[in-house]
Protein backbone atom coordinates (compact mmCIF):
# COMPACT_ATOMS: atom_id res chain seq x y z
CA UNK A 1 0.00 0.00 0.00
CA UNK A 2 1.47 3.13 -0.84
CA UNK A 3 1.81 6.01 2.02
CA UNK A 4 -0.83 8.38 0.90
CA UNK A 5 -3.41 5.39 0.92
CA UNK A 6 -2.03 4.01 3.95
CA UNK A 7 -2.68 7.78 5.47
CA UNK A 8 -6.03 7.98 4.26
CA UNK A 9 -6.76 3.81 5.60
CA UNK A 10 -5.58 4.82 9.00
CA UNK A 11 -7.83 7.89 9.08
CA UNK A 12 -10.56 5.76 8.18
CA UNK A 13 -10.35 3.93 10.69
CA UNK A 14 -10.02 6.30 13.54
CA UNK A 15 -13.39 7.63 11.95
CA UNK A 16 -15.15 4.80 11.20
CA UNK A 17 -14.11 2.11 13.42
CA UNK A 18 -16.26 2.82 16.16
CA UNK A 19 -19.34 3.18 14.33
CA UNK A 20 -18.41 -0.28 12.22
CA UNK A 21 -18.35 -1.52 16.30
CA UNK A 22 -21.25 -0.42 17.84
CA UNK A 23 -23.23 -1.68 14.40
CA UNK A 24 -21.08 -5.20 15.31
CA UNK A 25 -22.13 -5.39 19.14
CA UNK A 26 -25.68 -4.56 18.09
CA UNK A 27 -25.92 -7.11 15.31
CA UNK A 28 -24.48 -10.28 17.29
CA UNK A 29 -25.06 -9.17 20.83
CA UNK A 30 -21.68 -9.77 21.89
CA UNK A 31 -18.78 -7.58 22.17
CA UNK A 32 -15.82 -10.02 21.55
CA UNK A 33 -17.61 -11.08 18.18
CA UNK A 34 -18.09 -7.81 17.27
CA UNK A 35 -14.94 -6.80 18.18
CA UNK A 36 -13.21 -10.13 15.54
CA UNK A 37 -15.92 -9.25 13.01
CA UNK A 38 -14.62 -5.33 12.87
CA UNK A 39 -11.09 -6.76 12.91
CA UNK A 40 -11.81 -9.02 9.77
CA UNK A 41 -13.82 -5.84 7.94
CA UNK A 42 -10.96 -3.26 8.20
CA UNK A 43 -8.04 -6.24 7.20
CA UNK A 44 -10.48 -7.00 3.77
CA UNK A 45 -10.82 -3.34 3.76
CA UNK A 46 -7.00 -3.06 3.62
CA UNK A 47 -6.46 -5.43 0.98
CA UNK A 48 -8.97 -3.54 -1.00
CA UNK A 49 -8.73 0.15 0.02
CA UNK A 50 -7.41 1.14 -3.08
CA UNK A 51 -10.34 -0.10 -4.73
CA UNK A 52 -12.57 1.20 -1.72
CA UNK A 53 -11.33 4.67 -1.05
CA UNK A 54 -12.07 5.28 -4.93
CA UNK A 55 -15.65 4.13 -4.26
CA UNK A 56 -18.36 6.87 -3.78
CA UNK A 57 -18.90 5.68 -0.22
CA UNK A 58 -16.35 3.81 1.39
CA UNK A 59 -18.64 3.27 4.62
CA UNK A 60 -21.03 1.95 2.97
CA UNK A 61 -19.32 -0.46 1.71
CA UNK A 62 -17.45 -1.01 5.09
CA UNK A 63 -21.04 -1.73 6.48
CA UNK A 64 -21.60 -4.07 3.49
CA UNK A 65 -18.68 -6.34 4.52
CA UNK A 66 -19.91 -6.32 8.05
CA UNK A 67 -22.87 -7.61 7.61
CA UNK A 68 -22.04 -9.87 5.17
CA UNK A 69 -19.41 -11.45 7.99
CA UNK A 70 -21.80 -11.60 10.39
CA UNK A 71 -24.13 -14.00 7.86
CA UNK A 72 -21.71 -15.77 7.06
CA UNK A 73 -21.35 -16.77 10.99
CA UNK A 74 -24.73 -16.72 11.56
CA UNK A 75 -25.27 -19.56 8.42
CA UNK A 76 -22.03 -21.40 10.01
CA UNK A 77 -23.26 -21.27 13.59
CA UNK A 78 -27.28 -22.12 12.47
CA UNK A 79 -25.42 -25.49 10.71
CA UNK A 80 -23.05 -26.16 13.88
CA UNK A 81 -26.60 -26.45 15.88
CA UNK A 82 -28.89 -24.07 18.86
CA UNK A 83 -28.15 -21.27 21.24
CA UNK A 84 -28.40 -21.81 24.57
CA UNK A 85 -29.84 -19.12 26.39
CA UNK A 86 -28.32 -16.92 29.36
CA UNK A 87 -30.65 -17.17 32.37
CA UNK A 88 -32.60 -14.17 33.05
CA UNK A 89 -32.70 -12.20 36.02
CA UNK A 90 -36.09 -10.57 37.32
CA UNK A 91 -35.60 -7.06 37.01
CA UNK A 92 -37.97 -5.98 39.75
CA UNK A 93 -34.72 -7.68 41.88
CA UNK A 94 -32.23 -5.17 40.14
CA UNK A 95 -30.96 -1.12 42.21
CA UNK A 96 -32.93 1.56 40.11
CA UNK A 97 -29.39 2.60 39.42
CA UNK A 98 -28.68 -0.11 37.07
CA UNK A 99 -32.46 -0.11 35.02
CA UNK A 100 -30.77 1.35 32.18
CA UNK A 101 -27.81 -1.84 31.95
CA UNK A 102 -31.19 -4.33 32.49
CA UNK A 103 -32.93 -2.59 29.31
CA UNK A 104 -30.14 -2.42 27.34
CA UNK A 105 -29.74 -6.22 27.86
CA UNK A 106 -33.01 -7.04 27.63
CA UNK A 107 -32.83 -5.11 23.84
CA UNK A 108 -29.71 -7.02 22.84
CA UNK A 109 -31.58 -10.13 24.03
CA UNK A 110 -34.58 -9.35 22.07
CA UNK A 111 -32.73 -8.34 18.92
CA UNK A 112 -30.35 -11.72 19.32
CA UNK A 113 -33.78 -13.33 19.02
CA UNK A 114 -34.63 -11.96 15.89
CA UNK A 115 -33.66 -13.65 12.29
CA UNK A 116 -30.66 -12.10 11.16
CA UNK A 117 -32.15 -10.29 8.44
CA UNK A 118 -34.75 -8.43 10.33
CA UNK A 119 -32.10 -7.81 13.05
CA UNK A 120 -29.77 -6.21 10.29
CA UNK A 121 -32.57 -3.83 8.82
CA UNK A 122 -33.16 -2.35 12.76
CA UNK A 123 -29.75 -1.69 13.58
CA UNK A 124 -29.08 -0.18 10.70
CA UNK A 125 -32.41 1.87 10.08
CA UNK A 126 -32.63 2.86 14.32
CA UNK A 127 -29.23 2.71 15.11
CA UNK A 128 -26.75 3.61 12.31
CA UNK A 129 -29.64 6.40 10.65
CA UNK A 130 -29.45 4.72 7.83
CA UNK A 131 -32.37 5.57 4.91
CA UNK A 132 -34.80 2.82 4.13
CA UNK A 133 -33.41 3.06 0.09
CA UNK A 134 -29.63 3.10 1.51
CA UNK A 135 -30.19 -0.05 3.67
CA UNK A 136 -31.64 -1.52 0.92
CA UNK A 137 -29.06 -0.87 -1.29
CA UNK A 138 -26.16 -1.86 1.32
CA UNK A 139 -28.30 -5.30 1.61
CA UNK A 140 -29.47 -6.30 -2.24
CA UNK A 141 -32.90 -6.10 -1.48
CA UNK A 142 -36.21 -3.91 -1.96
CA UNK A 143 -37.52 -0.91 0.35
CA UNK A 144 -40.42 -2.85 0.48
CA UNK A 145 -38.50 -5.57 1.95
CA UNK A 146 -36.65 -3.10 4.21
CA UNK A 147 -39.77 -1.62 5.50
CA UNK A 148 -41.27 -5.16 5.77
CA UNK A 149 -38.81 -6.59 7.89
CA UNK A 150 -38.44 -3.43 9.69
CA UNK A 151 -42.30 -3.21 10.92
CA UNK A 152 -41.62 -7.52 11.78
CA UNK A 153 -38.96 -6.95 13.68
CA UNK A 154 -40.07 -4.04 15.79
CA UNK A 155 -43.72 -6.32 16.39
CA UNK A 156 -42.01 -9.49 17.19
CA UNK A 157 -39.26 -6.86 20.00
CA UNK A 158 -43.03 -5.18 20.94
CA UNK A 159 -44.35 -8.76 21.45
CA UNK A 160 -41.22 -10.00 23.43
CA UNK A 161 -41.44 -7.00 26.10
CA UNK A 162 -45.48 -6.86 26.45
CA UNK A 163 -44.79 -10.59 27.41
CA UNK A 164 -42.09 -10.05 29.72
CA UNK A 165 -44.06 -7.30 31.21
CA UNK A 166 -46.95 -9.96 31.96
CA UNK A 167 -45.02 -11.96 33.84
CA UNK A 168 -45.43 -15.72 34.63
CA UNK A 169 -48.21 -17.53 33.36
CA UNK A 170 -50.28 -20.66 34.52
CA UNK A 171 -50.11 -20.19 38.44
CA UNK A 172 -52.70 -17.66 38.95
CA UNK A 173 -56.08 -17.50 41.03
CA UNK A 174 -59.37 -17.57 39.93
Same mark, same amino acid.
Given at each position: ?????????????????????????? +??????????????????????????????????????????????????????????? +?????????????? @???????????????????????? +????????????????????????? @????? +?????????????????????
Amino acid at each position: MRPDDMAEFSAFVRARSGALFRTAVL +LTGERGQAEDLVQSTLERLCRHWRTVSRAQAPEAYARRVLVNLVYDRHRTRRAGGAEVP +LPHDDPASQHDAYQ @QIVSRDELMRGLRALPVNMRTVLV +LRYFDDMADAEIAAALGIRESTVRS @QAARG +LAKLRAAAADKAAGPTGGGTR
